[in-house]
């Protein structure tokens, strides 16, 4: 839906994607929040929202033209099913994804992201807009999931960041043992940089649990800021213990922290938990 | 500052079922607006993500029926 952020009022544009298997029956649909709507195509001039979501597991990705004037209804342009590891694959893992953020590629209108997750690793794929195909797929062997990105602006390179689980042993993250991680890419899939933030919980016969889900550049200063949901000791002030506190950690363009703060409830042992792409 | 997600708390939403909604703050910290969408005549039960369309003016907010 679209909204209006001064007043949060949505006077238009609400629409419902649905499939019906049957008269009664609908599939299991899931969202990360892999959304952007493009007011004017570069090409055609028209309305399209990009999304992607999974429907019955399966990732699918839509592009849905939004008439600018009323009279006639929105209209799937382009949609594609993304291919299904099945069970001949050897783990589960396998078939874990979570499209989670598209955005745009500032240098080239033509092409767009998605991130997330993808055959059970991080993903940055980049298609082509008109026609939905795959331009290239980078695959993060040392990261579950990409669950922020920053574009800097009117250039090529663009940063993500997620987390590793590093035994792979649950989809459910709450107890395993996962490092955060960041990287700088740029739009020809080439890695510029990987790096790993992670620390030691301060119980030690707990999982080390540190997780990154913000990501910011700011272009005046040349500079990345990330926000990470941490266990770290070596962050923490105060009553450190088996729980969450949230980081921001500053670095320049080639990952090297300058500083850091941590926000959390002092002597309080609260978790504070983030969303995905926080920042 | 936009914030969205789900409630299933009956202090911010009419029953403690999924509602789905939105809250803005200004840069020091004061709320502005917040809604949140009635699962019954408005079936929307969680945001997950939001994010600026193309021309600056307007949120696309994606959430789940």
Redesign the interface.
Known sequence: MEIDPATGKSNKGVYQLEYRETSSATPTYGTWGALYFDKKDYFSGKQFYYTAFTMNDKIEMIRLEVPRYGGRPPRVDWNFEFYEFAATEAADLYRRKEPMNIHMDPLDRAYFYLTGRYHGRGSVMRFNKQNGRLKWYAKMDKMTTVRAWAQVPRQKNFYGCGDFETGDVTANVASAEHTSAIFRMDNTGNMVWYSVLSGSNPVSSSANQDRCFGLSFDSRHNELTALLQIKASSLREYSEGDFYDTALILMDTNGRPKKSETISFASSAYDIYLPNDAL | M?VG?NTTSSDFAPSTNSHGF???LDLSGNF????FFYNVSFA?T?I????????GQ????????
């Open positions: 936009i997600g939105l809250y803005a502005k607006w917040g809604h929307v969680d997950s993500g939001c994010q600026m369309a193309s021309d307007t949120l696309s907010v994606l959430g789940m029926g």
